[in-house]
């Protein structure tokens, strides 16, 4: 249960002062929730049954911010904390299957948590009369059960991207989702086509950040597919190959599940072989291959994660991991220098985690052997940036200046420099001022 010394000073204060103007409030949703599994709350939200004008007459005295009136939401500033106090409401007719035509006022608390989501989201708490918990949100938090308030399909067709949030709350938290609520998922799944790209995509990065996506992502992949239609064709596909165990969706589930939650790499597990089902052969003995199924990959994923509307960056990031996964990495120093310079420190070290990602994937025949060779590469390239080498012109200790002076004009500057630059990235020349300038008057 919650202890009120859990809760913020600020919070037992608002609840005080509406409950002394005579007004019902409580601590409700999100950070009940929190609360009750130990996790310090990211914001706290309360409820009352006062109206927005009277709870801004019950916080004269502080900072009034109507932030969502029309939700009947005002933002009181107590000791430099903003604290959220929303109105009890009840929302009718969500003919967009997102948004409510019309938010009322409700008489009483009960009526207010009946309207949100899940029971895991509709419990209320008071720092006097503890829990108030009509859909017994907390048993199905000691369960680990994500179920609905009320009727699964009532609750999805009023909004369809909590579909998507109920698969983040089961992947964040490792809870199943219950039978009748994942059905509903399932049949109810293709109106996530009437949600904004960026809303899904929000709620998609955040799944795929959580720690426990295996069974949430094999079990409701028909759900993923919606707005990534092209895993469709990866769901079954057998791979006919003794380096993989599995089939193609299979196998990029295994390979999300062994990369760190970072948000490029885990997206360049999930696209890494998308592309594969387009480009299946099969040789003269059975043996399946996938040619040029990496640049297919890297396509597909720029093209979904661009309607999507994730960031530039992010999408650049994850197209290059994609491209290159398949591609050898030579544990030879001045090969690895050669693929610094070409990707940055920052996405050759990634581009390592995926590729032994991938390794950790397939047929456990070859794993130890490749996954050690990676890790040589690894501690190979760990030296080599340690070393801090030139990997641009401009870490020469020479500039077009020093060539200008030696006589050299227009184009010449650059093809001198760039002679020099592959002299010391090859090692054949110290990057060390004196040693450059002389090979640069020999050049010459």
Known sequence: MIKPDKIPSQIKQAI??????????????GS???????????????????????ISQVFAGFQVIPIGLNFGTVSVIIEQMPVDITTYRIETEYTDFRHPNQVSFAANLNADLARRDFTINAIAFHPDRGLIDPFSGYQDLKNK????????????????????????????????????????????????SNISHERIQNEFREIMLSP???????????VFAIFIPQLTATFDFLQHNPYHEYDVFRHTIEV????????????????????????????????GHFYQHPKISAKIARNNMQELK??????????????????????????????????????????????????????????????????????LL????????????????????????LGLKGPQIGQALNQIFDLVLTEKLENKRESLLKALKNMI
């Open 310 to 379: 994730f960031e530039k960056k992010l999408i650049d990031t994850v197209e290059t991991l994609v491209l290159y996964h398949d591609s050898p990495l030579e544990s030879d120093q001045i090969i690895l220098k050669r693929c610094l310079r070409k990707f940055g420190p920052d996405i050759l070290n990634k581009l390592i985690t995926l590729k032994k990602a991938d390794i950790a994937g397939k047929s456990k025949a070859i794993q130890f052997e490749q996954i050690n060779y990676l890790n040589q590469v690894s501690l």
């Open 256 to 287: 999300i599940c062994n990369t760190p939650p970072e948000l490029d790499v885990r997206l360049a597990a999930l696209y890494h072989d998308i592309g594969k089902p387009a480009t299946f052969s099969m040789d003269s003995d059975g043996i």
């Open 212 to 222: 426990d996506l295996s069974s949430i992502l094999f079990d409701f992949r028909d």
């Open 382 to 405: 760990g030296k080599i940036i340690k070393s801090k080498p030139a990997l641009q012109i401009t870490d020469l200790e020479i500039d077009g200046y020093d060539v200008m002076a």
């Open 145 to 192: 059960i994500i179920r609905t308030v009320g009727q699964p399909q009532e609750r999805f067709t009023e909004d369809a991207l909590r579909i998507l949030r109920a698969l983040r709350f089961a992947a964040s938290f490792g809870f199943s989702v219950e039978p009748q609520t994942a059905k509903s998922m399932h049949q109810l799944g293709y109106l996530l």
């Open 32 to 54: 009940v929730r929190d609360l009750l599994c130990n996790k310090k709350p990211v914001d706290y939200d309360l409820t009352t049954s006062a109206r927005p004008e009277q």
């Open 16 to 29: 005080r002062l509406l409950n002394e103007h005579g007004f019902e409030a409580y601590l409700v949703g």
